[in-house]
């Protein structure tokens, strides 16, 4: 079993930053594509990013440019930076894990709140 558990969220004021990690339990991180979603009330949940175990990346089109998925097998964490944040950027975010090989997620975490105030 995998547990994930984010940090980083808060709230925000229109075009700042923020950086959510989560970092993972067990020692088979590297070998799981890391994902982050994001589900605003009354939205469906979103993928936003996600990262390969090769570090290939893929970004929604709403956050391109904007914000950047990494990862640090070291330290069995995935983080995503938030630059120029919206208001239409509110949401919970959670952070998910795969193999590679499947479009599905095996893992979630519980979520992290980001607001962004106008």
């Known amino acids: 079993q995998v547990q994930l558990v984010e940090s980083g969220g808060g709230l925000v004021q229109a075009g700042g930053s923020l950086r959510l990690s989560c970092t993972t339990s067990g020692r088979t991180f590297s070998s799981y594509r890391m994902g982050w979603f994001r589900q605003a009330p009354g939205k469906e949940r979103e993928l936003v990013a996600h990262?390969?175990?090769?570090?290939?990346?893929y970004y929604a089109d709403s956050v391109k440019g904007r914000f950047t998925i990494s990862r640090d097998n070291a330290k069995n964490t995935v983080y995503l930076q938030m630059n120029s944040l919206k208001p239409g950027d509110t949401a919970v975010y959670y952070c998910?894990?795969?193999?590679?090989?499947?479009?599905?997620?095996?893992?979630w975490g519980q979520g992290t709140q980001v607001t962004v105030s106008s």
């Open positions: 998910a894990a795969g193999s590679d090989y499947r479009s599905s997620y095996d893992y």
């Open positions: 990262i390969h175990t090769g570090g290939s990346t």
